[in-house]
């Protein structure tokens, strides 16, 4: 408990020092440059509090829970006990970690489609689309595409792929699908790269992928533990694209049809 | 509503978003557990007491951003937008990008991840201090790359230049940085890029971009307002990339 409670104070006097900056950033802007009062202070000095208590007790938490769990499930993903029925791992193939994958794209899909600033994401794309695109669909394509770009960052970590050869065909796609999109969907299509990958997901890819690394044969944790997070953030907009470019697709073929009849 | 009440829905509201972002997780890894693994899970009650931090960390933090941050930043944006001086107002851009980023809750917890990991493969020396100074650097070089990023975005707001080609451009200069840099800080450079766009830049940064954009005659508030974030995760890339020339050998 004492363990803890220390964990906790250092925490806390370090996350003071992290929250300066934007605290004297608007308190200089708001009093030095702007010569305005702060209304309601005594609430903004509340908030302050909360701010500070809030981030270390989250930090603290990520250590003691999302951190070791992260570990955990690669660790025992990868379990030679649980892959294989002698327990001796040899010369493994890729298609051995397909339990690996298979969490990747589960985690990833489960907590993208929940993701609260997704939901609003996408009501306004159906009101700009006027509908030709639901929320619900593009909810899905979203979701989707941040599982898929967990499960083939996964992979890589599996292979040993270089990361960076990876996310340059990713770009590509998405260079090319840009041409061929939409004007409107373009923006909300980058922009659901960056609304997926929350607080609390982040570190647990961090954990998962810093785990695989340093489980599988021939892997480092420095060189192929990183990447899943910008996997997350660079498949959902191939799959939005996609998305948009079928909605536009169907509607195009439903208006033909209603032509010849 | 008494006051009570009202005290109670406003703790309550962050607190069931904060229980949304974890309940998937816990949910995905109960069956995996139960269906697939079937190994216990070391630490249990550790874990338990972390998942009870989390969640009320998380509660008092955004509850706390929205009690003071939010309503300030978001004020202050939409002022110097609409009246301030250019260099103020590209002053209190890059501040804002760097200040936000800073306190950004992933970035802290993931550089501290990535010292630990070159600490392990003796990159860095082993020490709190070495550990410390490793990931404050990192810290140090994201913020800067988004303040430089809001910098620049609402300069090419006020301009007009194209978002495609100075986005495109930054992707070509990232591709050709990468050879240069060592292997080891890829992972964590490219990484960077997402998460910097979270809790406290996002909805700050955003507030910037269309008050921005919407005292400007002809802009888009949507599309400008995205431009700014498309830039913060972009920056990031090139700088951890030079920050780990420098330091690493």
Redesign the interface.
Known sequence: MSE?LTLLGNTLWRTIW??M??????FF??YV??KQP?AHIS???????????????????????????GD??AK??T?PA?LYADGIIGNYLWSDYV?VYL?GF??GF??T?????LIAVALKAQH?SAGSIQAFGLRVAVALGVATGVAIGCFRIVTGGP??VF??VA?IIV?IQ?FFASKTII?LA??S???T????????L??LG?GLASTIPGR???????????F??VFPIISVLFYAQISTWLEYRQKGQAHKE | MTLMQAQFLTFFKPLL?AL??????V???V??QLF??H?P???LP????????????????????????F???EK?AY??AKK?SLF?LLL?AF??G???T??E??L???AG??AD??A??H?IGTSEVDKSSYANGLRLSV?LSVGLAIFLGVLRILRGWSL?IMI?TG?LMV?LL?PFAP??I???A??S???T????T?PLVTALGIGLASSIAGRNP??DG?GL??FA?LMPMLFVMIYGMIVLP
């Open positions: 803890f992290d929250v900056p934007i605290i004297f950033t608007l802007f708001q440059i702007l702060i609430q903004v000095i509340k908030g302050l509090c909360f701010v500070i208590l809030g981030l270390a007790l989250f930090l603290v938490g990520l250590k003691e829970a999302i951190f070791p769990l955990t499930m025992q993903l379990n649980f339990w969490f589960s985690i489960a907590t489609f929940a993701e609260p600033a700009i990361l960076w996310i340059m770009y260079i840009t923006p980058y922009d790269g960056g609304v990958t929350s607080t609390v997901t982040v570190p647990l961090a954990a810093l480092s944790p420095m060189i192929d533990g990183f990447g899943l997070i910008a997350a953030s | 978003g949304r972002d974890l309940a998937p997780i949910l995905v890894i069956v995996f697939v693994l190994q899970v070391p630490n550790a874990m338990l007491t972390g998942f009870v931090c989390v969640l009320f960390g998380l509660t008092l933090f955004i509850q706390g951003l929205e009690l003071a941050l309503p300030i930043g202050l002022s110097f301030g103020w209190f501040l804002l760097f200040g936000t800073i306190a809750p992933a802290i917890a993931i991840k990535a990991i070159a392990q493969a990159l913020a495609p495109i992707y591709q990468t292997k080891e890829i992972g964590i490219y990484d890029g997402g998460v766009t979270s809790t406290i996002v949507v599309l995205f974030i498309a995760s």
